[in-house]
């Protein structure tokens, strides 16, 4: 009797010790490089895709809607598409989000769709006139709809490279959005303290990158931080209004 009750606590105690690697449930650690921008804010680049970061504020962007373009169309903004039940979809074909330079949408997703509270919707414009610069205003357009809703995280997928397009590298493309986000936040800021815009900290911005873009993402930021501290220290200090 002994020696049988001896062997099933063996064999129980031996399941349970190979079952507990195995375990699904347990969240999968999300790499990520975390880097200090001007005005405090922490910059995160993140591995990491548009329908599971659990943030208030999830950007995304979209050039103008073609038929071409939608069958070259791949990964990140399929499975978003589809976890929101076609709705980017139906918006885009029905041409009341044509994806016009800067052109934004708001959309609160569904319950149990995606983690982020809000997804916006940015438009690129024609693939033909995506420049730098247009890159750059996407920056500036995120971060004052983010100061807009007053939230203080916010992630932000380009989704450039899964729409077909490759004029630009991703670490460029980085560097010209965070670049606007980084100048547009330090404009908030000195509004702020001239009493001529509501309180708004934004504590981290976070960019989402794949493997294969996670090194190249990386130093754009890099890059960005730095562009965008030399840039805030050459703007004037003088106040905004004369007070005449």
Do not use: H
Not at 37 to 58: C, F, H, I, W
Not at 64 to 82: A, H, I, N, S
Request: with cysteine; proline share 6%.
């Amino acid at each position: 009797m002994r020696l049988t009750r001896n062997f099933s606590m063996l064999v129980v105690a031996l399941l349970v010790g190979l079952g507990a690697p195995a375990r699904s449930d347990e969240p999968k650690e999300v790499k990520e490089k975390a880097l200090a921008g001007p005005n405090s804010v922490s910059v995160k680049v993140r591995m990491e895709g548009p329908y599971t970061a659990d943030v208030p504020l999830q950007v995304v962007c979209y050039f103008k809607y073609t038929p071409d373009g939608v069958k070259r169309m791949k990964g990140g903004p399929v499975e978003l598409d589809k976890r929101l039940g076609g709705v980017i979809g139906s918006l885009r074909e029905r041409g009341e989000f044509g994806g016009d330079q800067l052109e934004t949408l708001l959309i609160s997703p569904p319950k149990d769709s995606i983690k982020a509270k809000a997804l916006l919707l940015v438009g690129l414009g024609g693939e033909d006139a995506l420049s730098l610069k247009v890159l750059e205003g996407v920056g500036r357009v995120a971060l004052r709809e983010a100061a807009r809703l007053g939230v203080s995280r916010v992630a932000f997928a380009p989704l450039i490279r899964d729409q077909g397009n490759s004029k630009f590298g991703t670490g460029d493309v980085e560097q010209a959005v965070t670049r606007g986000v980084l100048l547009g936040y330090d404009t908030e800021k000195r509004l702020q303290k001239e009493g001529l815009v509501k309180p708004f900290n934004l504590d981290e911005w976070n960019v989402e990158a794949g493997p294969d873009y996670f090194d190249e993402t990386v130093k754009g930021v890099e890059k960005a931080i730095a562009e965008a501290k030399a840039e805030a220290a050459k703007r004037p200090s003088d106040p905004y209004g004369s007070g005449k």
